[in-house]
């Protein structure tokens, strides 16, 4: 028989598809801290840049970076910045800060965030007032605007190979047992139509 059949169903494994998770965000006092200990990296790193600018460079690149203006130094600041957060959450999961206070960042269905999302995420981390948006937000949700806009959540580290969230209930799910919102639930669902 002829292997190439163009008839025959693909042969390709089906996965389901991932679960969307109800997760608790861990609390604004870790996150503070997080963010100044990471804020101490930050400047650590801007210094061993300069270190090594200057080592590369010597007298000349000592006396530019000396003469550098603000709006440069806004740029330089701002691509260490982008570059320590990006390359840790997405590489790892977490930064320095969060490796010490034990939390990590997780996407909504509870993996790490990957490079994408991770950069997303420190973007946003720029814009104006984002700081405060996490400790303006509700007490029960504890997530900024970097936090929102790349779905991401700040969480204790899991022990054990625990989940970080519990699954959410969908419609489907809550209605999979044949009840009609505001039906009777002695109804079959035929009655109820």
């Not at 598809?17 to 100044?36: A, C, H, M, Y």
């Not at 709006?71 to 982008?82: C, K, N, Q, R």
């Not at 970097?146 to 809550?174: E, I, K, N, Q, W």
Request: net charge positive; proline share 6%.
């Amino acid at each position: 028989m002829n292997e190439y059949d163009p008839y025959r169903a693909p042969g390709a494994a089906l996965t389901l598809p991932l679960e969307r998770l109800d997760i608790e965000s861990t609390s604004k006092v870790r996150r503070f801290f997080n963010w100044l200990i990471d804020k101490l990296m930050t400047f650590v790193v801007g210094g061993m840049v300069g270190v090594a600018i200057v080592l590369a460079g010597g007298d000349e690149a000592a006396s530019r970076l000396e003469n550098m203006g603000r709006l440069s130094e806004w740029a330089l600041g701002a691509l260490i910045f982008t570059v320590y957060y990006a390359f840790m959450e997405g590489a790892f999961g977490f930064t320095v800060g969060k490796l010490v206070t034990g939390t990590r960042v997780v996407d909504e269905y509870g993996r790490p965030p990957g490079f994408a999302r991770a950069l997303l995420r420190t973007l946003c981390r720029l814009i104006p007032f984002n700081a405060l948006s996490v400790l303006m937000s509700d007490d029960a949700v504890r997530r900024g605007w970097h936090d929102s806009l790349a779905r991401c959540y700040v969480v204790r580290r899991p022990r054990d190979g625990r989940p970080v969230g519990v699954a959410r209930r969908s419609l489907h799910a809550h209605f999979a047992n044949g009840m009609v919102p505001g039906g009777d639930p002695e109804l079959p669902r035929a009655a109820a139509e």
